[in-house]
């Protein structure tokens, strides 16, 4: 079975770039590709970034089985035209798609005929097993997630796409205005914890522990010995550096 994993952007960032922002990596994507290939599950990846109008995607899908997509509600609509797309010169390829449109907007979802499949929720316990058969799930799966970060593998970023632009540093990420390139993004807490009555993200997203120090410290290390340099590093935190003392360590 031939797979791809297809990253959603928008058309032509990676030909014209108009902005640091647009050229940053998709830490789903590269989490999920890292647990799949640790679990024996080989993917191809391709982005949209890389084209400049949609009558360039048809060769860039051709002769795949399956097409995997991380959908966040801002790339929902990029989404539905490359399902379109895969479909029509795949008609008996299967979609796989999921992430945090597919987790607070599923009805939506379940209205594509070319998704053939949709995981709400976390799926980093859950995507081996449903890209290796996906024929024994429902259409409309429930994803199972790591209780910690701390138990998330460390992202294989050679598995990000490769934008082939000349200073691009590449697995690394260009500068991004608040520091000098090339960059490190890294996420170290998911789910914001002060639960506000306005808001009900905890009500789809389980809560999770925050990365340890250690496996941060760890992995910066391992990137600045590989690819370094690293000029800055960009932290994804969802807590908003509450707990101060693990920001000093």
Partial sequence: MK??????????VFVRPSGPHDRWQDHGLGLLRTILR?????????????????????????GYDMLLMNVRSYTYPLAFQAARAFKRVNPSGVVITGGMHATVAPDEMLAV???????QGPGENTIVELVRDPGSFPRLVEGKGAKSLSDWPVIDRTLWPDPHLQGFPWPLEPE??????????????RVCPWQCVFCNESSYIPNMGRRSVDSVIDELNFLDDKYGPIGSVVIHDSMFFQQPVWLRE
């Fill in 113 to 119: 005929a070319e998704f053939d499949h949709i995981c």
């Fill in 38 to 62: 640790n679990g024996g599950i080989e993917t191809d990846l391709f982005s949209t970034r890389s084209i400049r109008s949609w009558k360039e995607l048809d060769v860039h899908v051709a």
């Fill in 3 to 12: 797979r791809l994993w297809l990253d959603l952007g928008d058309l032509g």
């Fill in 176 to 189: 991004c205005g608040w520091g000098p390139g090339p960059v490190a993004t890294i996420m170290t807490s």
